[in-house]
């Protein structure tokens, strides 16, 4: 159920609306419930102008009062309308009454038992939604208290749905960011446009945060982004203050551009809080080069065990910091799944944030992995994209169970929405990857050695595994590791080790492409693989934390001009 809460200064003009049978769905408006259970109902009378002459003046009578004390409020008329769901049942008359004196007794206009509770009507004119109209003046003459009337209406009826057994709305926790209005969308459509102004800037300033290092970086990123005008504000100091941003072309009337600050676009979007983002980013400064989408990878393959073990602000920094990793990842992506992965981190954007305060400092390893991935040329392996996409495949299912356990609704909705569209840009990337590897398959008794071990490491999974047509692929990489001196069964160990395999929908790519990246590291001596294999015994399923790498070039950014 969806409620819609408005005010006025007119109470006829509201009750000649609610019973204006002209009006489109008003076939039959009549009461169903008031503030004594005694109201006329012009709806079942006889003369029907008369009757709503006396239901406003009944509705009235404190306010008039209170008016001739001078202590009326302006806006004296509380409207709030309650529509149930398309596939609900329809509700019998009783049923919408006490729906409309619950919702009025928890928003304060009548609380249950106030004798000098507000004066209201619930109207209904359809059969899947009523009006409550109500005046805001109690009989005392005091004024209803109704602060966060929208809030306490919405939680009562989520309880409504659960005890009438009507559809479960997705409710969100107000951090989400702004829809574009109505008016926002009719512009964009006349222009030819698939987003709105406020969605391309929106998504156009998360990148740059993304790509960005620091708060110098992402002004300057914006200020050479083509089509985006930025107005920086700073302090007396010369220090940055905050800015705003419009879409060039897009003007109000008298055709000077539409301004928008960060917070406008979104709750994360303000300067202030990019900072602490862009502050907490690790240097990744490191003696020796390791390649970034590995690491990358790697971190994204912990978000799993840190949203499982680790508190809830540790938690919700990782997937801010990995809601970045998938706002960069088009600029480093093939043209072609370009626009799956936009969608999955437009939708994904919802999913990293909650109204859990982010302790940034806790994901700085996967932030520096993602803007050194960022600094790098366009791999032109797709195993490198298929690898990471794997591994953040695992970390959005962990987000939606993390969510979930927390009754985040709306963000996990979202994380079930970015899943659908990473899927179709995971299984596009891997298959010429997969098809290299998978004509590579060793030979039958080298094969045969390979599944012994995957059912002495993986056992719970080992049939999964098996039957994976990503078997033979694992077979190869196993092979090919081997050879370069690793020893596959502890490489498929640590590759089983690192993360559970119940999510994976196919554990032998997950194992794959694990093994993959943990091969590329030189083989062990073998005083140190003797180590390992006593130290093996002893370690829990800490995952295996990859080398920071060193920042490279700057990010390449898309052809731009300063504005």
């Known amino acids: 159920m969806i409620a819609k809460i408005t005010g006025g200064k007119e109470t006829a003009n509201l009750i000649r609306y609610l019973y204006d049978t002209k009006k489109k769905g008003h076939t039959d408006p009549h009461l169903v419930a008031s503030w004594d259970g005694f109201a006329p109902d012009p709806g079942r ?36 309308s309650v529509r149930a769901a398309k596939t609900d049942r329809h509700l019998s008359d009783e049923e919408w009454g006490d729906i409309a004196r619950r919702v009025v007794a928890a928003t304060g206009i009548a609380p249950d038992g106030d004798p000098d509770g507000c004066r209201w009507v619930a109207v209904r004119h359809a059969p899947d939604h009523i009006h409550i109209a109500a005046t805001k003046v109690r009989s005392d003459l005091r004024t209803a208290r109704h602060w966060n009337d929208y809030l306490t209406a919405d939680r009562e ?16 926790d107000r951090t989400a960011a702004k829809r574009p209005t109505r008016a926002e969308q009719e512009k964009a459509r006349r222009a030819g446009q698939a987003r709105t102004a406020r969605e391309h800037l929106r998504a156009t300033i998360r990148t740059a945060v993304a790509a960005a290092t620091s708060t110098e970086e992402f002004i300057r990123l914006l200020e050479h982004t083509d089509g985006i005008l930025v107005d920086v504000k700073h302090f007396p100091s010369g220090d940055v203050r905050g800015y705003t941003v419009a879409l060039e072309g897009d003007v109000n009337a008298v055709q000077e551009p539409i301004w928008y600050s960060g917070s406008e676009l979104s709750p994360d979007l303000s300067l202030p809080k990019i900072r602490k983002r862009l502050d907490a980013t690790d240097p990744q400064r490191c003696p020796r080069k390791t390649n970034p989408w590995h690491q990358a990878t790697a ?24 809601g970045e990793a998938l706002d960069a990842l088009p600029l480093r992506a093939p043209q072609a799944i370009q626009p799956q992965l936009r969608q999955a981190a ?10 859990i305060q982010a302790e ?30 794997d591994a953040a495949i695992l970390a959005i299912i962990a987000a939606a169970r993390w969510h979930q356990l927390r009754h985040h609704d709306q963000q996990v909705a979202a994380a079930h929405q970015a899943l659908v569209h990473l899927h179709a840009a995971y299984e596009q990337t891997a ?77 032998a790519r997950v194992l794959m492409w694990r093994v993959e990246r943990l091969s590329t590291r030189s083989a062990p001596s073998a005083r140190a693989r003797a180590a390992q294999v006593r130290s093996h015994a002893r370690r829990s399923s800490t995952p295996v934390q990859s080398p920071p790498a060193v920042p490279a070039a700057q990010p390449q950014w898309p052809q731009a001009r300063r504005r």
Do not use: N
Not at 62 to 80: M, T
């Open 157 to 172: 009826l989520a309880a409504i749905e659960k005890e009438y057994d009507l559809f479960q709305v997705i409710r969100g």
């Open 299 to 322: 971190a994204a393959e912990r978000i799993p065990h840190h949203l499982e073990h680790g508190d809830d602000v540790a938690a919700q920094a990782h997937l801010a910091a990995f």
């Open 45 to 80: 009378a006889d003369d029907v102008d008369a009757t709503k002459r006396r239901l406003v003046a009944d509705l009235d009578l404190h306010v008039k009062q209170a008016e001739r004390l001078g202590r009326a409020p302006e806006k004296h008329v509380w409207h709030c």
């Open 431 to 507: 298959i010429a990857p997969l098809t290299v590897l998978a004509q590579r398959r060793p030979p039958q008794q080298v094969v045969e050695r390979h599944i012994l071990l995957v059912r002495q490491t993986v056992s719970d999974h080992a049939e999964q595994v098996l039957e994976d047509p990503a078997f033979d692929a694992l077979a190869a990489v196993l092979a090919d590791a081997e050879k370069a001196g690793h020893d596959p069964k502890q490489l498929l160990q640590q590759a089983a080790d690192q993360r559970a395999l119940d999510d994976a929908r196919r554990p």
């Open 360 to 389: 940034h400092q806790h994901a700085r390893a996967l932030r520096g992995a993602v803007r050194a991935m960022v600094r790098e040329p366009t791999p032109k392996d797709g195993a490198l994209l298929a690898m990471f996409l």
């Open 346 to 355: 437009e939708a994904f954007e919802r999913a990293a944030r909650s109204r």
